[in-house]
C-alpha cells in the first residue's frame, strides 16, 4: 500500500491533534497507510528516514507551495503500489542546518507555526491532496 | 480596549475551534479583547464590519505574510486604546468579488485551508504577534 510517514522530533502531547488525525485518516484509510514517528533525537531521524527514498523537510523557508503543487508532488512520489513519501516537522527548537541540508525543504507558509498546527496542515493537506486528484467537490 | 474582530460567514459547530480560541484568548485578555462575530450572509457582512475602519479579508491569492509583517501589522492598527481592527474568513463557497474587492487582502498561505483551519491559523498567528511585538521566548 501507499505509505505517508510523518517524523516529529520530541513528543506531542496534545489530544486534539490525535483526535484530527484520527479523522483525516479515517476518511484517507482506503487511499493510503498513515505512519507517524516520533523521534527523540535527529539520530535517530536519520537512522529512520533510511528507508524512505522521498523525505521532504517541512520549513517556513522552503520552496512554497500551493495545494495543487502539493497534491502533484504527493502524485509523483506515490503513483505505485508500494510507494512511499516521508515529511519531517521539526520541534518548537527547529532543525539543525545538518538536516535541512540533507532533505529538499518545502513550505506551507511563510508564517511560523507550532508543530501541532504544522501536523494538522500536513494531514488536511495530503486529504485534500488526493480529492484534488480525486476532482471531488471538497476541493474548489 | 484593543478589539481584534473576526467575522466568519456561516455557523462554525466544532467543538475543537471553539476549546482552541478559548486556549489562546485566555493568554490574550491582558492585551486585547477578542470578538467573532458569525453572519449569515455578504449583506450582513458588510453592515457589520461599517464600524470598523481597518478590515482585511484572509485570501489564498491576497498579500503573503510571515509572522513578523503580521505582527507589525497589528502593531499599526492598534496602536491606540480603543482601537480596532477586524479579520473575515469566508465560509466553503468562498467570498464573493465585491467584498474581495472592498477590503484588503491578505494570505497566510497560498494553499487552501478549511475555514476551521484558518479560524486556528489566525488565532495563533494573533498571539505569536503579541509575543513577537514583546520580544519573548514564544517565537524563535
Known sequence: MKTVT????????EEWIKEM???YLKRL?????????QVKSENQLLA???????????????KLMD????SQLLGLHLQEGNAKIGFIIGG???LSNEIKQKF???SFSPMTFTSQITILLLI???YRAFEIAKGSKYHK
Open 48 to 62: 529512520k528516514t533510511k528507508e524512505i527514498a522521498n523525505v521532504y523537510c517541512l520549513d517556513a523557508l522552503g
Open 92 to 94: 518548537p527548537e527547529g
Open 29 to 37: 484509510k482506503t487511499e493510503v497507510s498513515f505512519q507517524w514517528v
Open 124 to 126: 488536511e493537506q495530503i
Open 104 to 106: 529538499p525543504l518545502i
Open 21 to 23: 488525525i484520527q479523522k
Open 6 to 13: 510523518l517524523f516529529t522530533l520530541g513528543k506531542i502531547r
Open 67 to 70: 495545494s495543487e503543487a502539493f
